[in-house]
């Protein structure tokens, strides 16, 4: 069930008095969210996780009955006795990682099976760079141009959320703020495990911890009566504090309905898990995970050769839901993946892949409509690189997320004139 | 006509926006100076000798091939320079144009772009912005290298007047842009070792004829078979009633960076004025910013938010500390900026926009580490030092002692009352009474350095 914002209130009431500290801009920023969108939409959280270093879609949804694919691939391809089946053309890298039995992509097979796995097949966009950074910049931006200072969620965010204040309206696990999420008025941390989002004091007296933490609190609060941007920022500290707080609070005695894999994808969707149940208005939440650029031994079998990697997202991502559905959540969440680009069809001397151009990406959930979206990949049409074709253009894949699960007006933040690729449920939209 | 009050005070200022601020010492010399001689110790820095801080800064060896060693070498400067006036300069042009390593890929080039700002940070605009033009990294950033008579790149050319020497309201056109990239057409790059995979390190600038443009071109309303010298010469004196466009363009974005944004018509029609006469000089903008008594009205001081870079540095310099910047480097990124690397062409945003919990949270953790230093390595400072020979027997005397260190003295009452509360609290959050021990100055007068840099207070300069 959505959550009414009825419901919102009460649960973040109560939660306030576990923390006695009042989040102003929790409630705040949900009433103006809700305002705009509605009650429903408003309840709903979109998942980004961003797989760096170009994930090579080939092994990943496999053409299992390409014969093209078994040449291009002769070395490092998935057999197809190992390919958990999707289609009669396409199924999931179902290698095993060393020290275990689990297939790959199990775990996302499981989803899949229950309905919740869309597949968009061969998302790009036109005159790919293979550059990491040019690419990674378009995809933060949708911008083939680069013309775009905002990412596309950041955009979406000043539009949808405003000055809403609420610091964790949207929120990076990651090292650094993705440009996806750089806005103009929202203001969105990033941090990689909760141990940095803290105020850390002096490890040599941590007796004196707490009256620092006090102090610094304490010192945030008074308004200076200067100029505008200091009581723009002096009252930030209390508002890093209090986010702090909350989600340190709820993360203890927090009983996680799912088996996170180790690693920092497992602890990130962890993490993101109990931030969309301490209901605090969290709107979008971003996750990285790194190590697809693959250029050599791909197919080692330890967990950082490319199956293992797999193991690692698909577990996690499994994981994660049936997490939320332990809390009752799966409806109000949406998963996204993606990458800068796929890879080289024709592996290269090295046991690995070069940079390439499109790949399929998941959106997962309760609100997609399952299935697979485009064709298996063209083995036999490839660009003047030995590269494959566009078959969905990347925003035509964000649109379909803004307009349908985000309620926004796609075309506003990335232009007009991308076909919704429908696999978004109806009954959500 | 209002005079300067020259106080100790308005030194501590004009260091803190000339430089990145100072210790006590450094203070009251320039104090000593008086307003005319310290802003002239400031500008005319080339007096400064600097071969031995060069031979410090050489002898630490920072891997100047890496783009971590860059930016601990630059960093290294801002803090440690005799000239901070010439590094502040530097920054103001790294901020102003900076090429991004992500895209240029190639360090030594970023490098040479950051030596080739700070070689003409203060000289005549014309010189720096053609040096900039034909620099390698800037010819990557913006696609100029590309750009051909039969298919010119507008890239840089519109970049060139929007963001770098005219803005986007002064009144040029389209057709401007068009006509300016065709002049540029020609100032592109031999690519040395460059390959797709590898980066453009050994490029060079170079003028191919054959490869510009030469037809007739109407820029800004003069016609004429230009090339890109004088298109930029063009763009640099294009004026009207009030004097150059670009005159007052650079004066306002000085005056943003020195001073405070959003600059009155008066004041930037003032410094225009003195560009215009002064043959287009940065240096006699400056001086005139640092002499004018609007510089010191208090409306104008602590108004500055420091950027993550100025926030390291500041640090470092105000306590006189030690550092080779690793600890820095490491915060970069979660603090917003990583130097030599902006997200796209017109750099940061200034303000309040570095600031979020996230970010505040990073800056933290790097003051913590900071402050709670006691080792032989990495970022440190003497934490007995900062009250050596003064009357360090009272908490309130340490808190105005290392306030006024941080130029924080002027907080509100309930801020100060919460450092004293602090130096005098108990484990138990009870109220004791500090006493100067090396054990309590160690404990007490750390913890409250790591609470004043995370102020509000510092974080605006």
């Not at chain 2, 400031?42 to 050489?58: G, Q």
């Not at chain 2, 203060?122 to 950033?141: E, H």
């Not at chain 2, 109407?218 to 004088?230: C, F, M, R, S, V």
Request: aromatic share 10%; with cysteine; proline share 3%.
């Amino acid at each position: 069930m959505p959550l009414s914002r009825r419901d919102f209130l009460l649960r973040s009431a109560g939660f306030v008095s576990v923390s006695a500290m009042v989040p102003r801009w929790a409630v705040a920023g949900t009433r103006m969210f809700e305002e705009s969108v509605g009650a429903e939409a408003a309840s709903r959280t979109l998942v980004v996780l961003e797989l760096m270093g170009g994930n090579d879609g080939l092994n990943t949804v496999i053409p299992y009955t390409d014969n093209a694919y078994a040449q291009v691939r002769s070395r490092i391809g998935i057999q197809a006795a190992s390919v958990l089946q999707l289609s009669a053309k396409l199924g999931l890298n179902g290698m095993a990682v060393s020290g275990g039995t689990t297939p790959a992509m199990a775990g996302l097979k499981a989803l899949w099976d229950k309905n919740r796995v869309a597949i968009v097949e061969g998302i790009g966009y036109p005159n790919s760079s293979l550059s990491h950074f040019s690419s990674r910049d378009i995809w933060h931006t949708a911008d083939p141009t680069l013309a775009q200072r905002r990412g596309w969620l950041g955009r979406w965010a000043d539009a949808a959320i405003g000055n809403s204040a609420n610091p964790l309206s949207c929120v990076a696990i990651s090292q650094s703020l993705p440009r996806t999420l750089l806005a103009d008025n929202v203001s969105v941390p990033s941090f990689v495990d909760l141990a940095t989002y803290a105020y850390r004091t002096d490890g040599a007296y941590p007796g004196d911890g707490k009256n620092q933490v006090n102090t610094f609190v304490a010192q945030s609060s008074d308004p200076y009566e200067i100029e505008n941007t200091v009581s723009t920022i002096s009252g930030l500290g209390k508002d890093a504090i209090a986010s702090s707080d909350i989600l340190q609070t709820v993360r203890s005695g927090y009983v996680a309905g799912g088996a996170y894999p180790s690693g920092s994808l497992g602890a990130g969707m962890l993490l993101i898990a109990q931030i969309i149940n301490a209901n605090v208005g969290a709107r979008i939440l971003y996750v990285t995970f790194g190590g697809f650029d693959n250029h050599a031994d791909e197919d080692n079998t330890g967990p950082n050769g490319h199956n293992g990697l797999l193991l690692t997202v698909s577990e996690s991502i499994k994981a994660f839901f049936d997490d939320l559905d332990a809390h009752g959540k799966s409806h109000d969440v949406l998963l996204m993946t993606w990458s800068e680009f796929g890879r080289r069809v024709q592996d290269n001397a090295s046991r690995g892949t070069d940079h390439g151009t499109s790949a399929p990406h998941f959106v997962v959930g309760d609100a997609v409509n399952p299935g697979i979206y485009g064709d298996p990949p063209g083995l036999t049409s490839l660009d003047r690189n030995g590269n494959l074709t566009i078959q969905n253009d990347f925003r035509s894949y964000y649109g379909t997320v803004l307009s349908d699960w985000l309620k926004a007006d796609s075309a506003a933040i990335l232009g007009s004139g991308w076909p919704n690729l429908g696999f978004v449920n109806k009954a959500y939209i | 006509m209002t005079s300067v009050n020259w106080t100790r005070d308005a030194a501590a200022h004009l260091l803190r926006r000339a430089g990145f601020g100072g210790a006590p010492s450094e203070i009251d010399a320039l104090y000593a100076k008086g307003l005319e001689g310290a802003v002239s110790s400031l500008v005319d820095y080339e007096s400064i000798d600097v071969a031995s801080y060069e031979s410090a800064l050489a002898a630490k060896n920072y891997n100047i091939l890496t783009t971590r060693g860059i930016q601990q070498w630059f960093l290294d400067r801002m803090a440690y320079s005799p000239r901070p006036l010439e590094e502040k300069m530097t920054y103001f042009w790294n901020l102003h144009w900076t090429s991004g390593i992500a895209k240029v890929r190639g360090v030594t080039l970023i490098l040479n772009q950051n030596k080739t700002e700070r070689q003409y940070a203060l000289g005549k605009f014309d010189d720096l912005v053609v040096r900039i033009s034909q620099d390698p990294a800037m010819l990557v950033w913006l696609d100029n290298w590309l750009s051909q008579a039969a298919h010119p790149n507008e890239n840089y050319a519109r970049e060139l007047m929007e963001l770098f020497t005219l803005g986007v309201d002064s009144g040029y056109t389209q057709d401007d842009v068009t006509q300016v990239a065709r002049a540029l057409t020609g100032w592109t790059l031999v690519r040395g070792s460059y390959t797709q995979t590898d980066n453009y390190n050994g490029a060079t600038f170079q003028d191919n004829p054959a490869i510009h443009d030469n037809g007739a071109k109407t820029i800004l309303g003069k016609t004429g078979n230009w090339n890109g010298a004088e298109a930029i010469d063009i763009i640099l004196n294009w004026s009207d009633s009030r004097g150059t466009k670009s005159g007052r363009f650079l004066a306002a974005k000085l005056w943003s960076f020195f001073a405070y944004e959003n600059p009155s018509d008066y004041v930037v029609g003032q410094l225009g004025a003195i560009y215009d006469s002064a043959g287009h000089s940065v240096r006699e903008v400056v001086r005139a910013i640092f002499l004018s008594p609007e510089f010191y009205e208090a409306h104008t001081r602590k108004t500055w938010v420091r950027s993550p870079v100025e926030y390291a540095v500041a640090q470092v310099r105000m306590l006189e500390g030690t550092s080779d910047f690793s600890s820095a480097v490491n915060s970069l990124s979660a603090m917003g900026q990583i130097l030599f690397n902006p997200e796209d062409a017109k750099g940061w945003d200034w303000g309040t926009s570095w600031m979020n919990t996230g970010t505040l949270f990073a800056r933290a953790s790097l003051s913590n580490t900071y402050a709670t230093n006691r080792g032989s390595t990495g970022t440190r400072f003497d934490a007995g030092k900062l009250l050596a020979g003064k009357d360090a027997s009272t908490a309130d005397k340490v808190v105005d002692l290392v306030a006024d260190r941080l130029n924080i003295s002027e907080v509100p009452p309930d801020v100060r009352a919460a450092w004293i509360a602090y130096m005098n609290a108990n484990d138990d959050g009870s109220r004791g009474a500090w006493t100067n021990t090396a054990a309590n100055v160690d404990k007490k007068v750390r913890g409250l350095v790591h609470l004043m840099l995370t102020s509000p207070a510092f974080y605006l300069a």
